[in-house]
């Protein structure tokens, strides 16, 4: 049995993920995903988003992205952000 998480983003919806899975891969079938997203590679930004409640693992984090400060400030980027648990976000 896959494990999969409930991702609960405020104000738009929830959807589930693996933990093998990043938040943006996750909600690549849908018609209008929930999450904003860009590059896919951690560069942009676009995908930046706060982590209200949960864990989550990074493949990579780029500080320009995502600064120092945005993290103490619970940002994560949603294309490099694997789920350790349920999740819920909130986009800015």
């Known amino acids: 049995m896959t494990i999969a998480y409930l991702i609960q983003v405020e104000g738009r919806g929830e959807f589930r993920c693996r933990p093998d899975q990043n938040l943006v891969e996750a909600q690549s079938d849908f018609s209008e995903p929930l999450l904003p997203s860009g590059c896919c590679g951690g560069g942009c ?3 930046k988003i ?3 409640k949960g864990e989550v693992e990074h493949e990579r984090f780029n500080s320009i992205a995502c600064s120092q400060s945005d993290q103490e400030e619970g940002c994560i980027l949603a294309c490099q952000s694997f789920p350790k ?3 819920q976000l909130r986009i800015e």
């Open 45 to 47: 930004g676009s995908c």
């Open 85 to 87: 648990s349920d999740l």
């Open 50 to 52: 706060i982590l209200v």
